[in-house]
Nanobody
Framework: QVPLVESGGGLVQVGGSLRLSCAAS????????MGWFRQPPGKEREFVAR????????SYADSVKGRFTISRDNAENTVYLQMNNLEPEDTAVYYC?????????????????WGQGTQVTVSS
């Protein structure tokens, strides 16, 4: 497992933007597929986006496609989630997670390492 720490959450108005960061410890960060998940109030945790170890491959949930961008800087051991045009439905605790699975996966069960989460609240 790899320690992960998220930051960058906060309160933003509808249509605003936030950038979440997730810092990892260790020397093997580029080996990990990274994912962002979120848990809205009273709901199950859901997949948001994922990125390959190299950063060349990404995938998004339909609900955020075109508004969110996942990226990573392997030299800084950090993965980012740029969130634009935020909507009230984006309000959630956002988690980053790391996986060593050989194939891309959207299932949280395939990510054994998790951060503590960061709250994003979008007000209307």
């Amino acid at each position: 497992q790899v320690p992960l720490v998220e930051s960058g959450g906060g309160l933003v108005q509808v249509g605003g933007s936030l950038r979440l960061s997730c810092a990892a410890s260790g020397r093997t960060f580029s080996m990990y597929r990274m994912g962002w998940f979120r848990q809205p109030p009273g709901k199950e945790r859901e997949f948001v986006a994922r990125i390959s170890g190299s950063g060349r491959s990404t995938s998004y949930a339909d609900s955020v496609k075109g508004r969110f961008t996942i990226s990573r800087d392997n030299a800084e051991n950090t993965v980012y989630l740029q969130m634009n045009n935020l909507e009230p439905e984006d309000t959630a605790v956002y988690y980053c997670a790391a996986s060593l699975r050989a194939v891309p996966t959207d299932s949280e069960n395939d990510y054994p390492s998790w951060g503590q989460g960061t709250q994003v609240t979008v007000s209307s």
